[in-house]
């Protein structure tokens, strides 16, 4: 099957799930987001939640964090759908289960998830087995980005229109990238049928963060390169805002951590808020 054999998906995607499902466990209602699709994908062993990145207190801001920009996506997401936009790309996909926790907002769209072919061989696998299936307005679309596939050419392929208008979610995923590498995609989403939106993440640089919250970055920026996928681009908000505009977006607008802590945490007994260091440039054509 060559590159599109199953292999497991990547440990950043594994961790982002189990996240998602730890804050449905542990976190005392209301749960911003209940996701625990991607912990039956996983699978993972009994003692799972002992794994020193599932350490309760130590991961809070970052469980907190991982839950708050998966709500703004889907938010974002229902939105569109309600003014009739029936597209959705997910640039990076990882775990992502929007398709099978949301189906009465994704079954009216076309859903595009891309992803390297490996771990989307493993995820379509997984999807099976569990009952899932893969519905014909899912699209799981593989491209090899390490051999320069065009994840363009392969949206088309797979039935994408870019005469209509669409919604594309990039998360976790600029910090990987080279900054000419994000201002390409930029200027290919830019290109997108008026009435588009893109909600894409990026890492601030370590002088922005608060004190509490740069040690946590450089834990894991040291995890990351342990992993074999470090952090290459960090952004000040006005760089990215910056580099949106020059693509040719039409409206720009940035979307801190911190206000995400505001619209889906405020009031909790608890405290739980996300940490600072990951922010969202958001913006249409």
Known sequence: ???????????????????????????????????????????????????????????????????????????????????????????GAGLDTFAQRRPEIASRMRVFEVDQPGPQAWKRQRLTELGYGVPDWLRLVPVNFEQNGSWWQQLAVAGFDPGQPAVVAS????????????????????????????????????????????????????GARASGTPFVSFYAPQEMLAMAREAGFADVRHVSGASLGERYFAGRSDGLRPSSGEDFVVATT
Do not use: C, N
């Open 1 to 91: 099957m060559g590159d599109e054999q199953a292999r497991e998906p990547e440990s950043t995607a594994v961790r982002v799930a189990l996240w998602r499902a730890l804050h449905a466990e542990i976190d005392p209602p209301p749960h911003v987001l209940e996701d625990e699709i991607g912990l039956q994908m996983v699978a993972p062993s009994d003692g799972w939640r002992a794994r020193p990145d599932m350490d309760p207190d130590g991961t809070r801001g970052f469980r907190a964090s991982i839950v708050a920009r998966a709500r703004f996506i889907e938010d974002l997401v229902a939105e569109q759908a309600g003014r009739g936009v029936s597209q959705y790309v997910l640039l």
């Open 171 to 222: 998360t976790g995923v600029s910090m990987y990238l080279s900054k000419d590498a994000t201002a390409a995609t930029l200027r290919q989403l830019a290109g997108l049928a008026p009435g588009s939106a893109l909600a894409m993440t990026f890492l601030l640089p370590r002088d922005l963060l608060g004190d509490a919250d740069r040690a946590g970055l450089q834990t894991a920026d040291q």
